[in-house]
């Protein structure tokens, strides 16, 4: 499964959008990005995936480049809950997930 | 979402003594499960992958002797810590996938497992 890279922080304040990048320039064709947050101390919680075409749902909006090297998460409307690590995770569903190291999102009051 | 139960959410051991941790898929057929530890202000580390009445695959550096996986049902996979000693506490995360490759995984909630 293809490797992924995500800056380590970021910080946004509350009630902007929150636009998370993450590299994933070696991925192929069979594999899906699936982004997932975790908050302090718990499991990480599923927030979207997609394998070529920007997909949103209630949680945020995902963009893959045309050439599906890179994705951005965005999180519309911010709120302090927000504040979490965010990872990217590149899977063909045939494999394992590897998690990255992440981004340490920060939403600021 | 899907719910995947994780049980205990916390547990304390003495050293020496084995820990069961369970992980539980509630609504849905878990083909596929996955066990991480994290360590403080750590990413998840994958352990092993299990796939539902087969031997678990583990990762490199995991003692397959050491950390016992089962996973014997669609709804159940354990993952036992054996002859724990205090380097093994940890933040233990399971994870359910569904099949199909547009499914997407579930996590428990972790278990932090202290060993004294």
């Known amino acids: 499964d293809a490797k992924t890279t995500q800056p380590t922080s970021m910080d946004c304040a509350e009630g902007r959008a929150a636009n998370l990048p993450c590299n994933h320039s070696?991925?192929?064709?069979?594999?899906?990005v699936y982004w997932y947050r975790q908050i302090h101390s718990q499991g990480p919680q599923y927030i979207i995936h997609g394998l070529k075409n920007n997909e949103t749902n209630e949680m945020a909006s995902l963009i893959i480049t045309e050439d599906r090297k890179s994705s951005t998460l965005i999180l519309p409307h911010a709120t302090l809950r927000d504040t979490a690590v965010y990872y990217c995770i590149a899977f063909s569903g045939t494999y394992k997930y590897i998690f990255g190291t992440g981004t340490r999102l920060k939403v600021l009051a | 979402g899907a719910v995947v139960s994780q049980h205990p959410s916390r547990v304390i051991c003495k050293s020496g003594t084995s820990v069961k941790i369970e992980c539980r898929s509630l609504d849905f057929q878990a083909t596929t499960m996955f066990w991480y530890r994290q360590f403080p202000k750590q990413s998840l580390m994958l352990m092993a992958t299990s796939n539902e009445g087969s031997k678990a695959t583990y990762e490199q550096g995991v003692e397959k002797d050491k950390f016992l996986i089962n996973h014997a049902s669609l709804t159940l996979s354990t993952l036992t810590v054996t002859s724990a000693h205090p380097e093994d506490s940890s933040f233990y995360i399971c994870?359910?996938?569904?099949?199909?490759?547009?499914?997407?995984?579930?996590f428990g909630q972790g278990t932090r497992l202290t060993v004294v």
């Open positions: 070696t991925i192929s064709g069979n594999e899906y």
């Open positions: 994870s359910a996938k569904g099949p199909g490759r547009n499914t997407e995984a579930f």
